[in-house]
Antibody, heavy 122, light 114 residues
Framework: QVQLVQSGAEVKKPGSSVKVSCKAS????????VSWVRQAPGQGLEWMGG????????KYAEKFQGRVSITTDESTNTAYMELNSLRSEDTAVYYC???????????????WGQGTLVTVSS | DIVMTQSPDSLAVSLGERATINCKSS????????????LAWYQQKPGQPPKLLMY???TRESGVPDRFSGSGSGTDFTLTISSLQAEDVAVYYC??????????FGPGTKVHIK
């Protein structure tokens, strides 16, 4: 049974950065897509970006281009999402999720982490 | 970019009754190469991460009760809960994965008990 375990809650100042980790156990990220999705308080799901092995490089939603970086470390089965230049509107729960193998199913997110609350406040 | 919309925003249904959620994409998400619609449905209960219910618009994820069904093609899709149970109270999201490697969620539909 695949489990994605994320790092703990963070409180950050505006203008700073946050890096959230997501470790896979009982499975691997190798050959699978990884996405990061956030959810502001009381709001819906927002896809931020992800890595699909076929493409090699991460892809980001236009809204986050230049401010987000998504990486994976296959040696430790861990994915990371770093968000820079934080502002209050970035306060949200951040989720990692595993997508399927192959481009066609990369967006079918079948395993999710428990979520990491990032609070941005002065 | 593909824009996903859902209706209604909120839905009150009596226990045992049918719940119907609609999802519309701004562009066709039917892949002509495999005749499959690149649409998934997720269920999110309060305080929990989303859970995959359906993919390819109508294929139920393993373990999902058969009271959940998906239909539609092209730009218009529906998630139906045939007989609402108390544990189905949640927010339901559709998501397109046609524009891979970029993906878009719908705004969500909240289902509660009448």
């Amino acid at each position: 049974q695949v489990q994605l375990v994320q790092s703990g809650a963070e409180v950050k100042k505006p203008g700073s950065s946050v890096k959230v980790s997501c470790k896979a156990s009982g499975g691997t990220f190798s050959s699978y897509a990884v996405s990061w999705v956030r959810q502001a308080p009381g709001q819906g799901l927002e896809w931020m970006g992800g890595i699909i092995p076929f493409f090699g490089t991460p892809k980001y939603a236009e809204k986050f281009q230049g401010r987000v970086s998504i990486t994976t470390d296959e040696s430790t089965n861990t994915a990371y999402m770093e968000l820079n230049s934080l502002r209050s509107e970035d306060t949200a729960v951040y989720y990692c999720a595993r997508g399927g193998r192959g481009i066609a199913v990369a967006g079918v997110l079948d395993y999710w982490g428990q979520g990491t609350l990032v609070t941005v406040s002065s | 970019d593909i824009v996903m919309t859902q209706s209604p925003d909120s839905l009150a249904v009596s226990l045992g009754e049918r719940a119907t959620i609609n999802c519309k994409s701004s562009q066709n998400i039917l892949d002509s190469s495999n005749n499959k619609n690149h649409l998934a449905w997720y269920q999110q209960k309060p305080g929990q991460p989303p859970k995959l219910l359906m993919y390819w618009a109508s294929t139920r994820e393993s373990g999902v009760p058969d009271r959940f069904s998906g239909s539609g093609s092209g730009t218009d899709f529906t998630l139906t809960i045939s007989s609402l149970q108390a544990e189905d109270v949640a927010v339901y999201y559709c998501q397109e994965y046609f524009s891979s490697p970029l993906f878009t969620f719908g705004p969500g539909t909240k289902v509660h008990i009448k």
